[in-house]
């Protein structure tokens, strides 16, 4: 069966921040530049983001992007590349201000300047106190980020490929990266996207749980697509768990309401964070308060009749305060969990959040793998940026805010090196190879054609109950042997999912399978990488690697400073050294993480 191709300078896949972002700077340099997203631009799960994004523009006391260096390896678990980092946290004013002036229309202190908020994490002079670091617009600021980035696109021509679902990367014979397959998702036609360079832009897989703040196109696809053209995956055992999703519903309550000086209280009324943090409180690094949460529940102190969520308290705060900083909060917390927050406190729990792995790049937004002949070898012509990928920022945990600013520093800096190669590039693309939609073509082949198949539904549910219950907020050594079981058998059922009618051209079970097919590859990168990594570190935290004199929680720099690279191709995992030498400044040294 022969497949159009359509031929672009660069194809983007994802039109959440990071997509937008880097296709600004593609456009804007006159490249003719496709972005592909499953959902209309504007509803990616960006446009969820509500607390705001981490800049030290100092705009309502002192701060520093040194100051914000230090916090964000801290808040790593020093597993973050430190020149990394330090690129990161020196752009985000500069990423900011850009924003603005695309029109993005932040609130505003009285002098005028783009309001600051408080942030788990963030603190002045090199961890002494909470600092107002997060550039927010109420409490809707990736709302305002992805409108204000999309009509910049708009008026650059970026051209967008709305409800189109790539399916996988095609690399040549020399591996080089030379497009996607995609399929329009209203007709199936599958067509080939040819290009000189690809950025995969496809966002987070939270639905691995099953219990998750993420959207539910939050499916790992690029992970996966990835997985598949043999790229190993990064650091995929670390997984962010917020502290307040709405219990039972799992919908998220922004930190910014402790930023605003909410308080988590257990059953007894007592406000516990000043037990597990005395110095920052409700406002510690997420892995910190999900923990502490997590204790109180399981030692009795939960609340409600199943003694199952903590409460977050807002009814101290006045109601003028809540309804002009936190609308969108008040709502949610009617809505989902049928409270107004400004009369009564809101049921919590932890829930999955964010991916800190990922495809592996440099600060660059360059794809880095190991080869035969190197450690690390750039895959030419192959970009990601935001949360599909690891540059690594994040490390072992993630500090709010941080995300919005990793997709604008590295959405732009994968937008300018993408330019620079295609500049460098002869004028006629790469030849596709002969066989460049044969995998898809036998993938889609095998969802028509299957008989007497797992059901995708069930299978799904299986896979984010078995990651749920075996690799969740504490880990245990007996589960996770028993998860990476489970899991690889759940895989073998989803090799095999059939849809149940096979005759319509627009099905949504058909896509689901599709998604299925990449949130399996996270889900096992996830489950063998945390069962093999035998120390405690930020958000993985195991019972068989407790807090002692000799490894401060848990930690042992010893045997595990080091990232995690997990091969698609025998399940297999390898590992590499986490940079530890920043761009200009000294190293941030290792030491006990304590808030
Ligand atoms: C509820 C919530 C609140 C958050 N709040 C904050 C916050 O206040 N501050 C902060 O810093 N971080 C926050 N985060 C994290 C942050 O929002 C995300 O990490 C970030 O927005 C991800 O951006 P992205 O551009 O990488 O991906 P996304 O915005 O998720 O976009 C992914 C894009 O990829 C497309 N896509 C995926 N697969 C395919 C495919 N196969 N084919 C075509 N297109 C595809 C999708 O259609 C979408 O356009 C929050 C996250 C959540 C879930």
């Given amino acids: 069966m022969s497949v159009p191709v359509r031929k672009f300078d660069a194809v983007i896949v994802g039109a959440g921040g990071a997509g937008l972002r880097a296709a600004i700077q593609l456009s804007e340099a006159g490249l003719k530049t496709a972005v592909l997203s499953k959902v209309f631009p504007t509803r990616s799960h960006t446009v969820a983001a509500q607390g705001g994004v981490a800049a030290s523009l100092g705009n309502s006391e002192e701060d520093h992007w040194h100051w914000h260096m230090y916090d964000t390896v801290k808040g790593s678990d020093w597993l973050g590349d430190q020149d990394a980092i330090e690129f990161m946290c020196r752009k985000a004013n500069e990423v900011v201000v850009e924003l603005e002036h695309y029109g993005m229309p932040f609130d505003r202190t009285d002098a005028g300047k783009i309001y600051q908020r408080p942030f788990g994490g963030h603190m002045s002079n090199f961890g002494e106190k909470p600092v107002r670091?997060?550039?927010?617009?109420?409490?809707?600021?990736?709302?305002?980020?992805?409108?204000?980035?999309?009509?910049?696109?708009?008026?650059?021509?970026?051209?967008?490929?709305?409800?189109?679902?790539?399916?996988?990367?095609?690399?040549?014979?020399?591996?080089?990266?030379?497009?996607?397959?995609?399929?329009?998702?209203?007709?199936?036609?599958?067509?080939?996207?040819?290009?000189?360079?690809?950025?995969?832009?496809?966002?987070?897989?939270?639905?691995?749980?099953?219990?998750?703040?993420?959207?539910?196109?939050?499916?790992?696809?690029?992970?996966?697509?990835?997985?598949?053209?043999?790229?190993?995956?990064?650091?995929?055992?670390?997984?962010?768990?917020?502290?307040?999703?709405?219990?039972?519903?799992?919908?998220?309550?922004?930190?910014?309401?402790?930023?605003?000086?909410?308080?988590?209280?257990?059953?007894?009324?007592?406000?516990?964070?000043?037990?597990?943090?005395?110095?920052?409180?409700?406002?510690?690094?997420?892995?910190?308060?999900?923990?502490?949460?997590?204790?109180?529940?399981?030692?009795?102190?939960?609340?409600?009749?199943?003694?199952?969520h903590v409460l977050l308290d807002i009814t101290h705060l006045p109601p003028e305060t809540i309804l002009k900083r936190l609308p969108g909060i008040r709502e949610i917390a009617i809505q989902f969990a049928g409270v107004d927050p400004i009369k009564e406190p809101i049921p919590v729990v932890p829930t999955c959040h964010y991916q800190m792995g990922g495809i592996p790049t440099n600060y660059n937004g360059e794809v880095v793998v190991p080869s035969a002949t190197s450690k690390s070898e750039v895959v030419s012509g192959f970009y990601a940026a935001g949360e599909c990928a690891c540059a690594s920022v994040h490390g072992a945990n993630r500090l709010g805010t941080n995300s919005l600013l990793d997709l604008l520093v590295f959405g732009k800096s994968a937008g300018e090196s993408m330019v620079d190669f295609i500049k460098s590039q002869p004028a006629a693309h790469r030849p596709l190879p002969a066989n460049a939609c044969d995998f898809t073509l036998s993938r889609v082949d095998r969802l028509n054609n299957q008989r007497g198949g797992a059901n995708v539904h069930e299978a799904r549910l299986a896979m984010q109950r078995a990651m749920q219950k075996h690799c969740g907020v504490f880990r245990f050594k007996k589960l996770l042997e028993e998860g990476v079981q489970q899991i690889s058998e759940i895989a073998g059922q989803v090799a095999q999912t059939e849809i149940a009618d096979k005759s319509r051209v627009f099905n949504t079970a058909r896509l689901e399978a599709l998604e299925l097919d990449n949130l399996i590859e996270v889900a096992k990168a996830t489950m063998v990488s945390a069962n093999a990594r035998t120390e405690s570190r930020g958000a993985h935290v195991r019972d068989d690697a407790p807090d002692t004199t000799e490894r401060p929680n848990g930690r042992d720099d010893q045997n595990w400073l080091k990232h995690t690279l997990w091969f698609r191709e025998g399940n297999r995992l390898d590992y590499k050294p986490v940079n530890l030498k920043p761009l200009s400044v000294e190293t941030i040294a290792l030491k006990k993480r304590a808030y």
């Fill in 133 to 308: 670091r997060s550039c927010a617009a109420a409490d809707r600021t990736g709302h305002a980020m992805l409108h204000a980035m999309y009509q910049r696109n708009v008026k650059v021509n970026t051209q967008f490929f709305v409800e189109w679902m790539a399916l996988d990367l095609v690399r040549d014979e020399e591996g080089a990266v030379v497009g996607v397959t995609a399929m329009e998702m209203e007709t199936s036609e599958i067509v080939m996207f040819h290009a000189k360079a690809v950025l995969f832009a496809t966002g987070g897989a939270g639905r691995i749980f099953h219990s998750s703040t993420n959207a539910f196109i939050n499916t790992g696809d690029g992970v996966g697509m990835a997985a598949r053209a043999g790229i190993p995956l990064e650091d995929m055992e670390f997984w962010q768990f917020h502290p307040t999703g709405v219990a039972g519903a799992g919908v998220l309550i922004t930190e910014g309401v402790r930023g605003e000086g909410g308080i988590l209280r257990n059953s007894d009324k007592e406000r516990f964070m000043e037990r597990y943090a005395p110095n920052a409180k409700d406002l510690a690094s997420r892995d910190v308060v999900s923990r502490a949460m997590v204790t109180e529940i399981n030692e009795g102190r939960g609340c409600g009749p199943n003694k199952d």
